[in-house]
């Protein structure tokens, strides 16, 4: 049959779309806070010319919000671009594996050790 439109386990060009614009909406917000640093620091060469004394932390509230926004885009965009977020209560993932999974993994399979080592010994001390 053919795959509906809904469909997660194909790589539609759908998703990819998805992926894009959400790729987009981050390095908007990215660009959005980068153009917040270079407005205050045009603001402080601005006061520099000018003569006027400000503090030195001191920033604009436009710069302020244009940072804050630019941070929830991002944000925003980060979360689309995520996918599909797993439960942290791993049960459901566990509940699909065989026990026997939980005590064989190849990483843990160890066929060079001190066993052989210490049966030589052994055998070797026997024979004394």
């Known amino acids: 049959g053919s795959k509906s439109d809904g469909d997660e386990s194909g790589s539609g060009s759908g998703r990819d779309a998805g992926r894009t614009m959400a790729s987009a909406v981050t390095w908007g917000g990215v660009a959005l806070m980068v153009h917040a640093a ?12 000018a003569g006027v004394e400000s503090g030195s932390d001191f920033v604009p509230f436009d710069v302020k919000v244009e940072t804050f926004v630019g941070i929830a885009i991002a944000l925003f965009g980060a979360l ?49």
């Open 80 to 128: 689309l671009n995520a996918g599909k977020f797993e439960s942290i209560d791993g049960s459901e993932a566990l509940s699909k594996l065989k026990y026997d999974r939980f005590w064989d993994e190849p990483s843990f399979r160890l066929y060079n050790h001190r066993g052989r080592a210490l049966r030589e010994r052994l055998a070797a001390a026997n024979k004394l």
């Open 38 to 49: 270079f407005s205050a620091v045009h603001y402080k060469e601005l006061l520099d010319v």
